[in-house]
Nanobody, 122 residues
């Protein structure tokens, strides 16, 4: 069993910054990627940043949704992933979820954190 725990959400004014953190714990044989998703009420969960480890055919490195390019940076340290968010906009408001794609004791599957709320408002 693998558990993901996010932290770092909160209320911030437009133009401000926040740093989200997510740590994965448990039995992990191969980590393929760690990602951040955002969900707002009435809409599907949206992939906004992914950090690939290079453990598959996908090259190692980071990729971003167009809406956050140049403002958000995803980094990873072993089984911890961070999302540095700058120049935040009201449309960045939502619940941010951490995802890990990996091979563990339950085979190859995705795991999700519980989510952390980010609110951008003046």
């Amino acid at each position: 069993q693998v558990h993901l725990v996010e932290s770092g959400g909160g209320l911030v004014q437009p133009g401000g910054s926040l740093r989200l953190s997510c740590v994965a714990s448990g039995t992990i044989y191969v980590l393929y990627s760690m990602s951040w998703y955002r969900q707002v009420p009435g809409k599907q969960r949206e992939l906004i940043a992914v950090h690939n480890t290079g453990g598959t055919a996908v090259p190692a490195g980071a990729n971003y949704a167009d809406s956050v390019k140049g403002r958000f940076t995803v980094t990873r340290d072993n089984t911890q992933v961070y999302l540095q968010m700058t120049n935040l906009k009201p449309e960045d408001t939502g619940v941010y979820y951490c995802n890990a794609a990996l091979r563990g004791s339950e085979g190859v599957r995705d795991y999700w954190g519980q989510g952390t709320q980010v609110t951008v408002s003046s």
